[in-house]
């Protein structure tokens, strides 16, 4: 088997939110559902997550790699709580890709992004050079250019107390994402 011929899988390291956050997003989504715009199409509640670290396609070695370093880092760091304060086109009003909730990063957020990219760069994972800013997304956008919706207030703080190994699968012709390994933080 040549390496074009090794299996990947495309995977991304992330926070699950809270219950109560779900439930506030849910009716913060059905609510921007209402106003009908049709290139909209949320996605589904349980799919919902904080990307943390984008990996990407990567194959099976690495992947085992990368579940031991996830699994030392995630005693390191405690239960994290991030604060969404905005429902808005992401990455921007100007080339929106999906509708996200967006809120400020906290230290302890960007300490633990860092040690999983110090985690990925030493098993020969590119570098992610884009920065990360908090983000949980809601639905796709399709077909725009632009999105005309003006970043709406949401004033909802979640706590991970797990951080999630993801998978982007193909599930009855839609991309779902599906956990495939879990640590508790800080134990």
């Known amino acids: 088997m040549t390496c074009a011929d090794t299996p990947t899988r495309r995977v991304f390291v992330a926070l699950p939110p809270d219950t109560t956050t779900r439930n506030a997003l849910m009716r913060a989504v059905a ?53 969404l304060a905005h429902i808005e086109p992401f990455p ?7 509708l996200a909730a967006t809120g400020p990063a906290t230290p302890e957020a960007r300490a633990l992004v860092r040690d999983l990219e110090t ?18 997304t809601l639905a796709r956008i399709r077909g725009r250019a632009t999105f005309d919706m003006a970043a709406r207030p949401i004033d909802v703080t979640t706590t991970a107390h797990h951080l999630l190994l993801m998978e982007s699968v193909v599930v009855e012709q839609q991309q779902r994402h599906v956990a495939i390994a879990t640590w508790r933080l800080g134990e």
């Open 31 to 83: 609510a921007i559902e209402q106003m009908g715009d049709a290139s909209l199409r949320p996605l589904p509640a349980e799919d919902w997550h904080i990307t943390l670290r984008f990996i990407g396609a990567i194959d099976s070695d690495r992947l085992a790699a990368l579940k031991t370093s996830v699994h030392d880092i995630a005693p390191r760091h405690q239960p994290l709580s991030l604060r």
């Open 92 to 98: 921007s009003a100007e080339h929106p890709r999906v």
């Open 119 to 136: 985690a990925c760069r030493t098993k020969g994972l590119r570098a992610d050079t884009r920065g990360w800013r908090s983000h949980l």
